[in-house]
């Protein structure tokens, strides 16, 4: 009878712990905003991977590859050769309006994520206009188990919201909401 009982006892303290120590999960936003000019034209602005002037946090865009696979880009978030993020781009196509690319290269102070992954795609609406989609995965900017608040699952996901968020916002205006 006692071993049972002793077999348990590990049992319930060992599974908790064991819960815990598999380390962080992946996050996931995605967010998505209607506008009124036509899939071609959304397009037209923010299918080329080499500039992303479009978004109002890019000071500039440079890189290599064109919309090829494997093809590069470094965003510059400030004038004076502000922080920067290396990107590459791994899947690309033009007749679906969609690409997708990863980050290779960021500060976690600059964006506190890890092993980041996003797709941007313009989709056409019933009754003209386009919607807008970003969505994106990764990992918080620090793997450990109690990492600080500015490195921790929620710091990741309201940056990169914040970012999808503001290049949306870009978009409506330049285009106009659909209605």
């Known amino acids: ?67 090829e696979i494997d093809a590069t880009r470094q965003l510059v978030l400030g004038e004076d050769g502000g922080p920067t993020i290396d990107e590459l781009l791994y899947k690309y196509d033009d007749a679906k309006m969609t690409y997708s690319y990863r ?12 092993n ?23 990992y918080r900017g620090d793997p450990l188990n109690d990492p600080p608040p500015e490195l921790n699952d929620e710091a990741a996901l309201a940056a990169v919201t914040a970012v999808y968020q503001a290049g949306l916002d870009a978009l409506t205006e330049r285009f106009g909401a659909a209605q």
Do not use: C
Not at 5 to 21: Q, S
Not at 38 to 67: K, L, R
């Open 1 to 67: 009878m006692r071993i049972p009982r002793i077999l348990a006892l590990v049992a319930g303290l060992l599974i908790p712990a064991m819960a815990l120590a598999h380390g962080p999960s992946r996050q996931k936003v995605t967010l998505t905003t209607e506008v009124a000019a036509a899939p071609a034209e959304v397009w037209a602005v923010i299918g080329n991977f080499q500039d992303m002037g479009w978004h109002p946090a890019i000071f500039s865009t440079t890189g290599e590859g064109g919309n």
């Open 103 to 114: 980050i290779d290269q960021v500060d976690v102070a600059v964006l506190p994520v890890t």
């Open 116 to 138: 980041y992954s996003s797709h941007l795609t313009v989709k056409p609406l019933d009754g003209g206009g386009s919607q807008i989609e970003w969505r994106g995965a990764f």
